[in-house]
């Protein structure tokens, strides 16, 4: 079963605009990742933020956690084209290395 | 620096005939090892999980099985595909950090 849920399913924005997403989770976490996948390939690492930590950036990109709602979000700021994907949050409930994650926000950025 | 391998990128095969994927992971050793799968539109589901030759974890139990001959190498295998085992198959690896690097996948049609 999906430990991860995003909201919202999907998202169509005007580039340069800022894109938010949302993941709640089920178990208590030791750290929540959240990765990107171009339509057709492979999902790619974005950012990962620890269950001590309350927020994180790495260049246009901002992760807030919120340990006492088991929420976290993603904030894709001055959005590109380029952006045009499918977010995914994951986290480890056993912390046994096995990532549970969820169905997805997909995200399009018009030009 | 650390590469992975998958194939192949496209797969249509009939139902009842075999099925094989391959991973490689190159520039590490002894990875933890990753297939899932990915429904349209959907989340990933945690196939099998390794953590050395000869060790497999099943986590769901279906009609594949996978195999690890060697220490970066990592076989997905069906004897008869069924339709439902249509998807887009993603291999991953880990280095004992909580990230996954994946492969490009591979999109299995049963038909």
């Known amino acids: 079963s999906q430990q991860g849920e995003e909201d919202p399913q999907a998202l169509s924005i005007q580039e340069g605009e800022n894109a938010t997403m949302n993941c709640s989770y089920k178990?208590?976490?030791?750290?929540l990742q959240w990765y990107r996948q171009n339509s057709g390939r492979g999902l790619v690492h974005l950012i990962l933020?620890?269950?001590?930590?309350r927020e994180k950036h790495s260049g246009r990109l901002r992760v807030t956690l919120d340990t006492s709602k088991k929420s976290s979000s993603l904030l894709i700021t001055a959005s590109r084209a380029a952006d045009t994907a499918s977010y995914f949050c994951a986290t480890d409930p056993f912390n046994d290395y096995k990532l549970s994650f969820g169905a997805g926000t997909t995200v399009t950025v018009r030009a | 620096s650390q590469t992975i391998h998958q194939w192949p990128a496209t797969l249509v095969q009939p139902v009842g005939s075999p099925l094989s994927l391959e991973c490689t992971v190159e520039?590490?050793?002894?990875?933890?090892l990753y297939w899932y799968r990915q429904a349209a539109g959907r989340g990933l589901q945690l196939l099998f999980y390794?953590?050395?030759?000869?060790?497999i974890s099943s986590e769901v139990p279906q009609n594949l099985s996978a195999s690890r001959p060697q220490d970066r190498q990592f076989i997905l295998s069906s004897k008869k595909l069924l339709l439902s085992d249509s998807g887009f198959y993603l291999c991953?690896?880990?280095?004992?950090?909580?990230?996954?690097?994946f492969g490009s996948g591979t999109q299995l049609s049963v038909l």
């Open positions: 178990t208590s976490i030791n750290n």
């Open positions: 390794s953590v050395g030759i000869g060790q």
């Open positions: 933020i620890r269950s001590n930590e």
């Open positions: 991953a690896w880990t280095g004992g950090e909580e990230k996954l690097f």
């Open positions: 520039g590490t050793s002894n990875p933890n």
